[in-house]
Each structure stands twice: as C-alpha cells, then as structure tokens.
T-cell receptor, first 115, second 113 residues
Framework: AQSVAQPEDQVNVAEGNPLTVKCTYS??????LFWYVQYPNRGLQFLLK??????LVKGSYGFEAEFNKSQTSFHLKKPSALVSDSALYFC?????????????FGKGTRLSVIA | SQTIHQWPATLVQPVGSPLSLECTVE??????LYWYRQAAGRGLQLLFY??????ISSEVPQNLSASRPQDRQFILSSKKLLLSDSGFYLC????????????FGPGTRLTVL
C-alpha cells in the first residue's frame, strides 16, 4: 500500500525567512512525488513533481523540493517566504508498482506567513 | 492547452433533494477523470475515478454515484442528499500515464441544509 504523511497541520513563518513543509511517504516500489498548493475556495494548483533524476526539483513560484530516498522524504522549501505563500499545501505520491492509479494525498499543511 | 471546467461554482440544496455536478475537460482526449470531496478545508477524499467512457471505480460506499457519458465529461450525482454531503467537490484530470500530473478544476461548494 502507498501512503503519504504530512506531520504538521500548521506551519508559521515570518516573511523573508526560509520555509519548509514536511512530507514523508511509504511505497513498495519507487515513488512519484508531487506537491500542490490550494488557496481558499480554489482548486489545487500543481507546484512540482519528482519522477527520476536530480533529487532537487524546482517548481513554480520559487518553490523547490528535495527527494531523499533514505529518509523517504520529499520536503517542500522556499528560501524566502512571502505573505502571498499563505495557503494549504498537499503532498501526494503514486507508487511505480501501483499502475496508473489516482494519486494518494496527505492531509495537508496550512502555511501562514506573517508580515 | 487543456482546461477543466466545473459547474455550478456554488450550490445550496435541501436534504433529500437530488444532485448533479458536472465536470468537463477541453483540449485533450481520453483523459483519466477523478472526483474528490474536501471537508472543512482539509484533506481530500477520492470518491470516483474513470479511465474511459463507462468505466467508473468507486472508492467509498455512499449515496453518491458518478457517470462518464462522454470522453471528456464526468458527472457526480445523488438521488437524495444528506447533510453529510456538504463540502467542496473537486474534479481532476490526468493524461493517463503513470508519471502524469493530476490537474484540478475550480471546485463546487455544496451546502446541504
């Protein structure tokens, strides 16, 4: 079975400081990993994904994520947070061995950037 | 480019009334289609997904059903709504390869009174 965990319900960070939103996963094969952002009353927007290759993935709006196979993690990072980054963030996984099945999502982490 | 539409954007329905939410995708063919529900602005619950016309997989037993009458159209229905059906309903699509991203529509806010 495949699963993903986002251990923090809420992350608070001051504007201009670096931010990290944590994600760990569990799969039987190799993972395909995704990050999404959701603003209030909107659909999820795709930020970035890891399929293979370089462990550091760069995405939209200055976000990046680092795939760490030994720690089974895929944390989302940004060097300098903006107030406009305040939103709900979802990590998702699909196991390479699961076939073309729907993504499995974490419960989400609410990011609050304080001016 | 591909776009995904959902309507209506908001809906207020009485308990026991029927429901029909529609999702359409433009600019692609034979997409995988998904219905999710999000309660209280948090986690996503996968309700149904479809890999082709007439092919529907149900993830949770409940009073909702889904249909795919056309290649790029996905409909979520209920014969009698419950209070617990209130939530934010999201449709998504993906091209169909295992590495593909799922792309979400704008959502429908359903309130059952």
């Amino acid at each position: 079975a495949q699963s993903v965990a986002q251990p923090e319900d809420q992350v608070n960070v001051a504007e201009g400081n670096p931010l990290t939103v944590k994600c760990t996963y569990s799969v039987s094969g190799n993972p395909y990993l995704f990050w999404y952002v959701q603003y209030p009353n909107r659909g999820l927007q795709f930020l970035l994904k890891y399929i293979t290759g370089d462990n550091l993935v760069k995405g939209s709006y200055g976000f990046e994520a680092e795939f760490n196979k030994s720690q089974t993690s895929f944390h989302l990072k940004k060097p300098s947070a903006l107030v406009s980054d305040s939103a709900l963030y979802f990590c998702a996984v699909r196991d390479m061995n699961s076939g073309n099945t729907p993504l499995v999502f974490g419960k989400g982490t609410r990011l609050s950037v304080i001016a | 480019s591909q776009t995904i539409h959902q309507w209506p954007a908001t809906l207020v329905q009485p308990v026991g009334s029927p429901l029909s939410l529609e999702c359409t995708v433009e600019g692609t063919s034979n997409p995988n289609l998904y219905w999710y529900r999000q309660a209280a602005g948090r986690g996503l619950q996968l309700l149904f997904y479809s890999v082709g016309i007439g092919q529907i997989s149900s993830e949770v037993p409940q009073n909702l059903s889904a249909s795919r009458p056309q290649d790029r159209q996905f409909i979520l229905s209920s014969k009698k709504l419950l209070l617990s059906d209130s939530g934010f309903y999201l449709c998504a699509w993906s091209p169909g390869h295992i590495t593909d991203t799922q792309y979400f529509g704008p959502g429908t806010r359903l309130t059952v009174l």
